[in-house]
Nanobody, 120 residues
Framework: VQLQASGGGLVQPGGSLRLSCAAS????????IGWFRQAPGKEREWVSC????????SYPDSVKGRFTISRDSAKDTVYLQMNSLKPEDTAVYYC??????????????WGKGTQVTVSS
């Protein structure tokens, strides 16, 4: 099982990025998917979850209203649209998968991360 996050990069404050999470030998549609991030010297932080049903999503207050998680069933890909980015959003972002109901505290599979840097 391999998950891969992509789409990170350098963006100015107030800018936007869209991250993608895809998998090989693994069908994301059957799992709850979460995005997490970890900044240097800090603990890993939950960023968002989406259930098997695309209508069920959740966010912590730190990103609510700025980040949106979504699924593309045809591509079996999960996205994280990040708007109004702030320097404090700088971190390595990871996607992870869990059985339905397991996000964010019961993630079973983790992917390699993608670096997001918000700086002027």
């Amino acid at each position: 099982v391999q998950l891969q996050a992509s789409g990170g990069g350098l963006v100015q404050p107030g800018g936007s990025l869209r991250l993608s999470c895809a998998a090989s030998k693994f069908t994301l549609a059957y799992y709850a998917i979460g995005w997490f991030r970890q900044a240097p010297g800090k603990e890993r932080e939950w960023v968002s979850c989406i259930g098997v049903s695309e209508g069920s999503s959740s966010y912590p207050d730190s990103v609510k209203g700025r980040f949106t998680i979504s699924r593309d069933s045809a591509k079996d890909t999960v996205y994280l649209q990040m708007n109004s980015l702030k320097p404090e959003d700088t971190a390595v972002y990871y996607c992870a998968a869990a059985i339905p109901g397991g996000c964010p505290h019961g993630m079973d599979y983790w992917g390699k991360g993608t670096q997001v840097t918000v700086s002027s």
